[in-house]
């Protein structure tokens, strides 16, 4: 799949904004402050439904504007579409694909990108909560229908803790510890799907992220993947998490509800006096390694970085393998000036066989020649030429 075409309305700096996209690699070169990320960016939330900058969309909607838009046409196996979003600053935000009304969460079923950014270094470096965000967007792309049990899960995880909270409040009562086991029913059908999906995922990703690290890094240094679960005794929100025992030889070999529910059980009383779920998979974690050995805290700079990159190209990786509307638009934001000339020159071999390549950069002397052939400048929210 390609963007033949680009427009924005009101979209960051952008008060309009149209930009036509060629196969292969298109350059957004401009200095700093221009504009040139909000183009990727746009495209990033048209397929996630998020911004890998902020956690607002009201950051998105240029400012005294009460909407901004999102509007791309596509093309795929001989057929145009065209997807849009409009992300309102109050109200729920609304989405259409070719002229007609769809869920704003259905759009990743109409388009599939991949982006890499300096602010990805925060998924190995970064607390659990990044790592999470990244399985489970890479999630919904993948599997589209996850964006509904995602959604229905954050809605039972909240009323669980509402619930517990009340219960403390009231001296736990017994009528409203029965009505917490409904709640748990719900919490440990939709948690379980999230967790396997996860589990299966990360199993996924293994031999792609060892082949996307030894192609930007020209190097074997072992880069693995291990998943941390809260049902498993491994608590990513507790400062020793790697360091705790993994519980599930203890669980023998029941399958992921009936873990989930004794490790609900075995820590009842402790969520109670809290008033928080203490286990599921909004505290699991994921344990990046090199050598063996944690990113984390042990990697360097450039190994931290490096890993983050390979990750995002595995991630590409697996959408084409999987896709049915093939590759998935690969977008690389900054990159090239955090590396030296041999990884970049690696890094465009990777990235050379994508249908579509879009790439930011500040100085047009950091990027490989042959990734410069369609190139769009930038100045102030204006696209000068491309």
């Keep these: 799949m390609i963007v033949t075409h680009l427009n924005l309305s009101d979209f960051r700096n952008y008060a309009t904004?149209?930009?036509t996209l060629q196969p292969g690699a298109n350059l957004f070169i401009g200095r700093n402050g221009q504009g040139k990320t909000n183009l990727v960016e746009s495209l990033g939330y048209l397929s996630t439904?998020?911004?890998?900058?902020?956690?607002?969309?009201?950051?998105?909607i240029r400012a005294g504007e009460d909407a901004a838009i999102v509007r791309?046409?596509?093309?795929?196996?001989g057929r145009d579409?065209?997807?849009e979003v409009q992300i309102n600053i109050a109200g729920p935000n609304?989405?259409?694909?070719?002229?007609?009304?769809i869920k704003p969460r259905e759009l990743p079923r109409y388009f599939s990108s991949v982006l890499f950014a300096p602010e990805d270094l925060g998924i190995v470096r970064g607390d659990p909560g990044a790592r999470r965000r990244f399985l489970d967007e890479l999630l919904v792309l993948r599997t589209p229908r996850l964006a509904g049990v995602l959604s229905d899960y954050e809605r039972t995880l909240k009323q669980r803790n509402t619930l517990m909270k009340s219960a403390r409040a009231s001296g736990l009562r017994g009528g409203q510890l029965n009505t917490l086991e409904v709640w748990d029913d719900k919490l440990i059908a939709l948690g379980s799907e999230i967790i396997d999906e996860r589990r299966a995922l990360v199993d996924a990703l293994r031999e792609p992220l060892a082949t996307a690290y030894a192609q930007v890094v020209d190097d074997d240094h072992s880069p693995g993947l291990e998943p941390l679960l809260s049902i498993a005794g491994r608590d990513a929100d507790d400062d020793d998490a790697q360091k705790q025992a993994d519980a599930a030889t203890a669980s023998g070999n029941l399958?992921?509800?009936?873990?989930f529910r004794a490790a609900l059980d075995s820590r009842r009383q402790q969520e109670l006096e809290r008033g928080l779920t203490l286990v599921g998979p909004h505290r699991d974690d994921v344990l990046f390694s090199l050598n063996n050995l944690p990113v984390k805290g042990y990697a360097s700079h450039g190994e931290s970085w490096s890993f983050a990159l390979a990750l995002k190209l595995a991630s590409a990786q697996l959408l084409r393998r999987d896709s049915y509307s093939g590759d998935p638009v690969l977008m690389l934001d900054d990159v090239f000036a955090e590396l030296d000339k041999g990884r970049r020159a690696r890094l465009a071999e990777a990235v050379a066989d994508f249908e579509q390549v879009l790439i930011t950069a500040a100085v047009i002397e950091d990027i490989p020649e042959q990734l410069t052939a369609h190139t769009v400048h930038i100045t102030g929210g204006t696209i000068v030429d491309g």
């Design 81 to 83: 579409m065209l997807v």
């Design 17 to 19: 904004a149209d930009v």
């Design 49 to 60: 439904l998020g911004s890998h900058r902020v956690s607002s969309d009201k950051a998105l």
């Design 72 to 77: 791309a046409k596509l093309h795929h196996a």
């Design 255 to 259: 399958t992921t509800p009936e873990r």
């Design 94 to 101: 609304k989405a259409q694909v070719n002229r007609g009304v």
